[in-house]
C-alpha cells in the first residue's frame, strides 16, 4: 500500500451511503506520534463503524514523519485528513485549528497516543445529539474513571492542577484538565474568539471562554497507558497552565505574554542587583563597571527566560539564538532610554519621584514587549524548532 502518489478513488465521495458528510470530526494533536497514528485510525475505523466521522490530525510538523504517515494512510482513507501546522507548537491551539478545519456539526478532541478510550465516542456522540448536553467530557475522576499507571506524583500534581481551575471556570466538573472530550459546534462558534490558545488545556479554555455556561455531561473512563512513543508534557506544562489562567483572570484584556513577560523582567531586577553585589562588593570592582556587568546579566538571563517561557512555542535556537539575544539587548536598551527619559521628564514636572521612576518603567516594559515581540520573536519564528 501506498507506493508513490498513485491517486485513489476518493471513496466518501463516491459510494452510496459513506458519502453522508462526516457528522463526526475527531481532531487529534500530533507531535512525534508516527508509531501511534495507524493504530489511533484502526480503532477509531472499529468503534465507529455505522457512523459519519472523519479524523483531523493537526501536526506541528513532527521530525519523526508522522505527517507523511498521517497523508499516507489519508491516501488509502479519505476518512483521515492532516493538517500540517509549520513553525508553531502549542496542543490547545492545535486543536483549535483542527476543529476550525471541520465543518462537522458535532466535534470531538482525542491524543493520539491511544490513552484516551476512543469505545466512548459513540456514547459521546449520543449524549450530545440527544440534546441534553453540550459539551460531553472523558472524565478520569468520576466514579468508574482512573488514571491507570500513573505516579503518585503526577495524580497529585493533576489533581492540584483541578482544585486550581475551579477559579476560572464555574462548573463543579471532576476533571477539567481532560484532554478528551466531545462538544456542539456552536459551544466552539461562541466561544472561539475569547479563547487564550495556550498550553495544553483546551477544554477547560473552551469552557471558561464560552458567553454562557455549557451544559457539560461527564462519563467515566479509564486513562491508559501510551501506545508508543513518550508523553510531550514537560515541567513547561505547568507554566502554560499558570498562562492560561493568567489570561482568564484577566479577562484577556492584558496578554498572558505580557504579563510572563513582565514577570521575567521583575525577576531581572533581581539579577542585576546580585550580579551588582558580587562585582561591586564582594570583588570591589568599580561602580560602573558592576552596574554594567549587572545589566549585561540581566538581559541575558531576561532573554533567556523569555525565550524558554513567554515564547516557548517559537523558541530560538542556534544561531537565530544569538541573533534574537542581539535585538533583544538592543531593544531594551532603547527601552532603558525611553524610561529614563519619560521619568525624568515627570520628575523635572513636579512629579513624586516615586510615581515618575514608575511610569518610566511602565514605558519601558511596554516598549520592550512590543519591540521584542515584534523583532526578536516574530520575524524569526518561521522555521519550527522540535
Ligand atoms: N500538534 C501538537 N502540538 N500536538 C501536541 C503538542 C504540540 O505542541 N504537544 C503534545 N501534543 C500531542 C501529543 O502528540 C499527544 O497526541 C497529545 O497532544 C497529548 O500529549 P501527551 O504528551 O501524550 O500528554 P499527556 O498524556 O502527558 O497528557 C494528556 O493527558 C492530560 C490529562 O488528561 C493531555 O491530554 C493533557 O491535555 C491532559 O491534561
Ligand atoms: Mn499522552
Not at 483549535?96 to 462537522?104: K, N, R, V, W
Not at 508523553?231 to 505574554?257: C, E, H, I, N
Request: aromatic content about 8%; overall charge positive; charged content about 20%.
Amino acid at each position: 500500500m501506498g507506493k508513490g502518489l498513485e491517486l485513489v478513488e476518493p471513496v466518501a465521495t463516491m459510494r452510496g451511503k459513506e458519502s453522508r458528510v462526516a457528522e463526526l470530526a475527531v481532531v487529534v494533536p500530533t507531535f512525534n506520534e508516527r508509531d501511534n497514528v495507524p493504530e489511533v485510525v484502526n480503532r477509531l475505523e472499529n468503534c465507529l463503524r455505522g457512523e459519519a466521522w472523519e479524523v483531523i490530525f493537526v501536526d506541528d510538523d513532527s521530525t519523526d514523519g508522522t505527517a507523511a504517515c498521517i497523508r499516507e494512510i489519508a491516501r488509502q482513507n479519505p476518512r483521515v485528513r492532516c493538517l500540517q501546522r509549520i513553525g508553531r507548537r502549542g496542543l490547545s491551539s492545535a486543536c483549535i485549528e483542527g476543529m476550525l478545519a471541520s465543518s462537522s456539526p458535532y466535534l470531538a478532541v482525542m491524543d493520539g497516543d491511544c490513552q484516551h478510550d476512543e469505545t466512548m465516542l459513540p456514547r459521546m456522540l449520543g449524549l450530545l445529539k440527544g440534546g441534553d448536553a453540550d459539551v460531553v467530557v472523558g472524565s478520569r475522576y468520576t466514579d468508574g474513571g482512573g488514571v491507570g499507571s500513573w505516579d503518585m506524583s503526577r495524580a497529585r500534581m493533576s489533581r492540584l492542577a483541578t482544585r486550581v481551575s475551579r477559579a476560572v471556570i464555574k462548573h463543579d466538573l471532576s476533571d477539567p484538565m481532560s484532554g478528551f472530550f466531545a462538544l456542539r459546534r456552536e459551544v466552539l462558534e461562541l466561544s472561539v474568539r475569547n479563547l487564550s490558545g495556550i498550553g495544553f488545556k483546551i477544554l477547560l479554555d473552551v469552557i471558561a471562554s464560552s458567553p454562557t455556561p455549557p451544559r457539560v455531561k461527564e462519563i467515566p473512563y479509564e486513562f491508559r497507558t501510551r501506545y508508543a512513543g513518550e508523553s510531550k508534557l514537560d515541567s513547561q506544562a505547568m507554566w502554560g497552565y499558570l498562562m492560561l489562567l493568567a489570561d482568564k483572570f484577566t479577562g484577556g484584556v492584558v496578554p498572558a505574554r505580557f504579563i510572563a513577560f513582565a514577570l521575567v523582567g521583575g525577576l531581572g531586577v533581581f539579577v542585576h542587583f546580585a550580579v551588582l553585589t558580587a562585582l561591586f562588593q564582594a570583588m570591589s570592582l568599580s561602580f560602573v563597571v558592576g552596574q554594567a556587568g549587572a545589566a549585561a546579566a540581566a538581559m541575558v538571563s531576561n532573554f533567556t527566560l523569555n525565550n524558554a517561557l513567554t515564547y516557548r512555542d517559537m523558541r530560538l535556537k542556534g544561531w537565530r539564538w544569538l541573533k534574537g539575544l542581539a535585538s533583544f539587548t538592543l531593544t531594551c536598551s532603547l527601552g532603558a532610554l525611553a524610561n529614563v527619559g519619560v521619568a525624568s521628564y515627570l520628575f523635572k514636572q513636579h512629579t513624586l519621584w516615586e510615581v515618575s521612576a514608575l511610569a518610566g518603567i511602565a514605558v519601558g516594559a511596554v516598549w520592550n514587549y512590543g519591540m521584542t515581540a515584534t523583532y526578536t520573536w516574530k520575524k524569526y519564528s518561521r522555521k519550527s524548532d522540535s
